[in-house]
């Protein structure tokens, strides 16, 4: 007769990871630079420009727009490369904090 084996999620490993400063800094860490990734792509698909073209619109370069819509860069991008591509997206850069309750 076979033991029976529990299913363990990913909702409940990252449960449980989350309990540790480190692991927690760093995912979030990584969902804000996926976040930004996300949101810099599909607002620039949504303006109907290239790469190249929001770069010139930012006054950077079409390497810079590929590595911050990549996802894959470890640096966060600074406020003010996000003030100059949201207005050359014309768009208004929002930042704001999410309050979650104390453990």
């Known amino acids: 007769m076979k033991a029976k084996r529990s299913r363990i999620g990913l909702k409940d490993i990252l449960e449980k990871e ?4 480190s692991f927690r800094f760093y995912f ?4 804000a ?23 010139q619109k930012a006054n950077t370069n079409q390497e810079v727009i590929a590595r911050l819509e990549s996802g894959e860069d470890e640096r966060i991008p600074s406020l003010e ?7 050359a997206l014309k768009a208004k850069l929002l930042v704001s904090f999410e309050y979650r309750r104390a453990a």
């Open 33 to 55: 630079i996926s976040e930004i990734a996300r949101l810099v792509r599909d607002s620039r698909q949504r303006a109907n420009l290239t790469q190249k073209e929001l770069a």
């Open 28 to 31: 979030e860490r990584e969902r």
């Open 18 to 21: 989350m309990k540790n400063a």
């Open 81 to 87: 490369l996000l003030e100059r591509i949201a207005r």
